[in-house]
């Protein structure tokens, strides 16, 4: 089997050099987004980055077989050319290859064929049913924790304004940031707007107090700082013995991979088993991230996209996290 690298502007363009130079059944293995070759990629150009293999001899009416490249060997699989074109595209748009393969083998051959954005969404949603954490009901204690500057305390106030409309039931809010100025005033304000009961908690035990008294679910907005801090890490103490908490780490939509995985381990104490997505309006794109929280089978349970309370919010259904992906509007409140 001949292998061979091409790099054109475009995976079109790549797709038909590749046509042109092995033949028509031309089979390609990978497609990415690199820097381009010599001079253009040191001032930051990027091009596409195509490996194709001349087709091998294949017995009449069997579909050419292909090698995904990040699959074992012996994990070989059946794509025809259509799909891996629509594949190709799929990943130079940013999805990892085992999302893209998902998604077209959710597809029949004439929506691979006809690669309508309609199609796309409707395999991608169904795809994303599986990292969906929008739980229609509440945890006793529903904690939030991530880096600073990310939203937390704000992202908490959107929820409970949506909760309160749409059930009319309060929940109680509790500021266990001591370390940031104005955090706790902050989260009080938003408090009295909603008529939500509030408590303030600086220390373990003022936190277990707060919680010990809350009638309804509590809200707890925490620090961003490292779970490895003494203080933080005495308010985990306070959550280990509690049943019915569910954490939610908030992570920005433009967190880098490398960044995103070493977040993930840093905040491992707090065991989250939900995250939060914000600021998508400040991306460029949300793939990079959501790729590590796929690999890391990570339910996301809330998109926010700016700082209006309650409406920048969306619950993270299949429909929005399709709409997310794809970089299309989402339907707030």
């Known amino acids: 089997m001949h292998v061979k690298r091409l790099y054109r502007p475009t995976v079109r363009e790549a797709l038909a050099a590749a046509r042109q130079e092995l033949g028509a059944g031309a089979l390609v293995l990978s497609t990415e987004l690199v820097p381009a070759p010599g001079w253009r990629g040191w001032i930051g150009q990027r091009t596409v980055r195509l490996t194709a293999a001349a087709n091998r001899p294949e017995t009449p009416d069997i579909a050419p077989e292909v090698v995904s490249v990040d699959r074992p060997v012996t ?4 794509i025809n050319p259509v799909q891996e074109g629509l594949m190709a595209r799929l990943c130079a748009s940013g999805l990892s290859r085992a999302l893209a393969e998902a998604v077209v083998a959710r597809m029949t051959p004439a929506e691979c064929r006809g690669g309508s954005e309609v199609a796309v969404r409707k395999a991608l949603a169904a795809e994303l049913e ?3 954490g929008d739980d229609e009901n509440f945890a006793r204690y529903e904690v939030f924790v991530g880096p600073p500057g990310v939203g937390k305390t704000t992202t908490i106030a959107k929820i409970a304004a949506q909760e309160r409309a749409r ?5 109680a809010l ?16 938003y408090a009295n707007v ?17 919680l010990d008294a809350a009638r309804h679910p509590a809200f707890v907005d925490t ?10 890490a005495d308010l985990i103490g306070v959550f280990e ?14 967190t880098t991979p490398t960044l995103a995985n070493r977040l993930l381990d840093k905040f491992m104490p707090f065991k989250p088993s939900r995250v939060v997505i ?12 959501f790729n590590v929280l796929r690999e890391r089978a990570l339910l996301i349970s809330f998109l926010a996209m700016g700082q209006r309370v309650p409406e920048d919010l969306e619950r993270a259904t299949p429909a929005s996290l399709a709409a997310a992906l794809l970089q299309e509007p989402i339907a707030c409140h």
């Open 130 to 132: 599986a990292s969906r």
């Open 223 to 232: 620090a961003g700082r490292s779970p490895s801090d003494p203080e933080l």
């Open 241 to 254: 013995p509690r049943k019915n908490v569910r954490t939610h780490l908030v992570l920005a939509a433009n």
């Open 174 to 189: 509790v500021a266990a940031d001591g370390f940031r100025p104005g955090a706790v005033d902050q989260l009080r304000c």
């Open 167 to 171: 059930t009319r039931r309060p929940v």
């Open 278 to 289: 914000t600021k998508l309006d400040e991306a460029e794109s949300v793939l990079p991230l």
């Open 194 to 210: 909603l008529g939500a009961p509030f408590r303030a908690a600086r220390s373990a035990s003022e936190l277990g107090a707060a």
């Open 75 to 78: 994990e070989r699989r059946h």
